[in-house]
């Protein structure tokens, strides 16, 4: 089985609602997503989740709604994608995200992902306003239904746990849309900046149909902006919007897996740096922290410097959605003061993996195809080093073994 994929077919854009609705549509369990958002203690909203249809396409659509403490119309106005807010809501900053965020009993990783969304946003909003990140006050995506959206948003790629995530090019919308600061063209100033290097296009309707919200999802997720090929669909789902337009306003989205038969190919990036001033001991720190953050490989190379001084040669291969990220460590963890940065065509063999039992225990077995045969296999290093501690007998002596027993079945 190749990897898998979650791929966003943004051809009417995407919003936070749009989104929820199409992860719940591809699978997602409505009650684990409705139990890890009561984790964040905020108790002024209720999600409604209904099927329905735009144009004759039927999916799910999710209302996140705000608990009003009066009817009075006057005290509420429409959000761009359908939800209501409070005119006089407060709006919170990077710090107050934060703290609901920490504060909450969610795993780890979607505190994370969450966390880079809101960061990610404050980015865009200091650059606009000319302010420091700390000073940029959230409004529509500081009020619960976006926190919401964006905090759910992380909880359901985590469920599903795909190992790449791919998108489309961007439907923006046209026309105007009302902000906080004014009325402007389409796209809004954050959703332009969040979506800077990403490919986009617009006019197909007179209405913003993505919002800054489905901006930060694609920016802070999606590790490669590419056409729908060399995959093979298991699901297609879809998220549907507020609005009644000329195209249908629904989000696709696919779950998919790679066609591997003659090894998978995909863009990667290769990272590096020359160091010849840090104490060797911290290398196996540095690598540990890039391999927990992503990395697909990390190795050293021993190189001669200017002045013939011995130096190492850091590098580090990755995929493009992991290179800023990595790219940080290098610079924060290291002593370079550098980082140069190459794209690579990466291909791949296709994996699979077994278990066997040995006289030693059970060993998982990593076999490479090639063409629909099968190339090579061997056993796991980290399995026979588990048993070679557990027997007390050297750690070569189980490898070759296990790899004359795989040999001799194959």
């Given at each position: 089985?190749?990897?898998?994929i979650?791929?966003?077919?943004?051809?009417?854009?995407?919003?936070?609602?749009?989104?929820?609705?199409?992860?719940?549509?591809?699978?997602v369990?409505?009650?684990?997503?409705?139990g890890?958002?009561?984790?964040?203690?905020?108790?002024?909203?209720?999600?409604?989740?209904?099927?329905?249809q735009?144009?004759?396409?039927?999916?799910?659509?999710?209302?996140?709604?705000?608990?009003?403490?009066?009817?009075?119309?006057?005290?509420?106005?429409?959000?761009?994608?359908?939800?209501?807010?409070?005119?006089?809501?407060?709006?919170?900053?990077?710090?107050?995200?934060?703290?609901?965020?920490?504060?909450?009993?969610?795993?780890l990783?979607?505190?994370?992902?969450?966390?880079?969304?809101?960061?990610?946003?404050?980015?865009?909003?200091a650059?606009?306003?000319?302010?420091?990140?700390?000073?940029?006050?959230?409004?529509?995506v500081?009020?619960?239904?976006?926190?919401?959206?964006?905090?759910?948003?992380?909880?359901?790629?985590?469920?599903?746990?795909?190992?790449?995530?791919?998108?489309?090019?961007?439907?923006?919308?046209g026309g105007f849309?009302?902000?906080?600061?004014?009325?402007?063209?389409?796209?809004?100033?954050?959703?332009?900046?969040?979506?800077?290097?990403?490919?986009?296009?617009?006019?197909?309707?007179?209405?913003?149909?993505?919002?800054?919200?489905?901006?930060?999802?694609?920016?802070?997720?999606?590790?490669?902006?590419?056409p729908?090929?060399?995959m093979?669909?298991?699901?297609?789902?879809?998220?549907?919007?507020?609005?009644?337009?000329?195209?249908?306003?629904?989000?696709?989205?696919?779950?998919a897996?790679t066609?591997?038969?003659?090894?998978?190919?995909?863009?990667?990036?290769?990272?590096?740096?020359?160091?010849?001033?840090?104490?060797?001991?911290?290398?196996?720190?540095?690598?540990?922290?890039?391999?927990?953050?992503?990395?697909?490989?990390?190795?050293?190379t021993?190189?001669?410097?200017?002045?013939?001084?011995?130096?190492?040669?850091?590098?580090?291969?990755?995929?493009?959605?992991?290179?800023?990220?990595?790219?940080?460590?290098?610079?924060?963890?290291?002593?370079?003061?550098?980082?140069?940065?190459?794209?690579?065509?990466?291909?791949?063999?296709?994996?699979?993996?077994?278990?066997?039992?040995?006289?030693?225990?059970?060993?998982?077995?990593?076999?490479?195809?090639?063409?629909?045969?099968?190339?090579?296999?061997?056993?796991?290093?980290?399995?026979?080093?588990?048993?070679?501690?557990?027997?007390?007998?050297?750690?070569?002596?189980?490898?070759?073994?296990?790899?004359?027993?795989?040999?001799?079945?194959?």
């Amino acid at each position: 089985m190749g990897k898998t994929i979650l791929y966003y077919d943004c051809f009417s854009g995407i919003s936070g609602d749009m989104h929820l609705g199409a992860m719940l549509d591809l699978g997602v369990d409505p009650e684990h997503l409705l139990g890890q958002l009561r984790k964040l203690k905020l108790e002024e909203y209720e999600i409604r989740i209904s099927k329905d249809q735009k144009q004759g396409i039927s999916g799910t659509r999710v209302d996140v709604i705000l608990l009003q403490e009066t009817d009075s119309h006057d005290q509420t106005h429409q959000h761009e994608n359908g939800h209501k807010h409070e005119q006089g809501h407060e709006h919170r900053n990077l710090a107050d995200i934060r703290k609901i965020i920490n504060d909450s009993t969610l795993d780890l990783q979607v505190k994370e992902r969450s966390l880079k969304m809101f960061e990610k946003l404050a980015e865009a909003e200091a650059k606009i306003h000319g302010k420091s990140i700390d000073e940029v006050h959230f409004h529509e995506v500081g009020a619960v239904d976006s926190i919401v959206d964006i905090v759910g948003a992380a909880i359901c790629i985590e469920y599903l746990k795909p190992d790449r995530i791919m998108a489309s090019e961007v439907e923006l919308g046209g026309g105007f849309v009302v902000c906080e600061h004014g009325t402007f063209p389409v796209p809004a100033p954050a959703t332009a900046e969040i979506l800077t290097g990403i490919p986009v296009r617009s006019g197909a309707v007179r209405f913003e149909t993505t919002t800054p919200t489905g901006a930060l999802i694609l920016a802070c997720n999606v590790d490669e902006f590419t056409p729908l090929r060399g995959m093979k669909i298991r699901k297609t789902a879809y998220g549907i919007g507020h609005k009644d337009l000329e195209i249908p306003n629904v989000l696709r989205v696919y779950l998919a897996e790679t066609i591997e038969n003659e090894g998978s190919r995909e863009k990667a990036w290769i990272l590096e740096c020359n160091i010849d001033d840090m104490n060797p001991e911290m290398y196996g720190y540095v690598m540990d922290t890039l391999f927990a953050q992503g990395a697909d490989d990390v190795f050293i190379t021993p190189i001669i410097m200017k002045k013939a001084r011995p130096a190492s040669k850091l590098s580090v291969l990755c995929p493009a959605g992991k290179k800023a990220q990595l790219t940080e460590v290098l610079l924060t963890q290291t002593t370079s003061l550098g980082v140069r940065a190459s794209e690579v065509d990466k291909t791949m063999l296709q994996r699979e993996y077994s278990k066997i039992q040995t006289r030693y225990g059970e060993v998982t077995i990593k076999t490479a195809i090639y063409r629909g045969q099968k190339l090579k296999s061997k056993p796991e290093y980290e399995d026979c080093a588990r048993l070679a501690r557990e027997h007390g007998v050297p750690v070569q002596q189980i490898y070759q073994e296990i790899s004359g027993l795989v040999n001799k079945e194959g």
